[in-house]
């Protein structure tokens, strides 16, 4: 059984940064890609940021310049670091793998518990 476990949310200043991480854990052969999700109040869960298996990166335009991804696969982690933070980034945020279990298997999508983040003004 795969777990995926966030930490490093909470309650941050506007121009303040946090750096949040997400690991797996379980029997995993291989992780693809792995991203982070959030979700305002009222909204709908939308994507930040996506890093593939070769490193290969992307975010969402609200937060380019700001917030970086990045993984260890040795660890089964990946981080997004936000620096700059505004309480337009208020949400709940979501990290989501993409698992291969075993070799012959296909992929199959794991999502975090959540992790709140709240930037004051």
């Known amino acids: 059984q795969v777990q995926l476990v966030e930490s490093g949310g909470g309650l941050v200043q506007a121009g303040g940064s946090l750096r949040l991480s997400c690991a797996a854990s379980?029997?995993?052969?291989?992780?693809?890609?792995m991203g982070w999700y959030r979700q305002a109040p009222g909204k709908q869960r939308e994507l930040v940021a996506r890093?593939?298996?070769?490193?290969?990166?992307m975010y969402a335009y609200s937060v380019k310049g700001r917030f970086t991804i990045s993984r260890d696969n040795a660890k089964n982690t990946v981080y997004l670091q936000m620096n700059n933070l505004t309480p337009e980034d208020t949400a709940v945020y979501y990290c989501?793998?993409?698992?291969?279990?075993?070799?012959?298997?296909?992929?199959?999508?794991?999502w975090g518990q959540g992790t709140q983040v709240t930037v004051s003004s």
């Open positions: 379980g029997s995993i052969f291989s992780i693809n890609a």
């Open positions: 989501y793998f993409n698992i291969v279990l075993v070799p012959s298997a296909g992929v199959t999508g794991y």
């Open positions: 890093i593939s298996s070769g490193n290969s990166t």
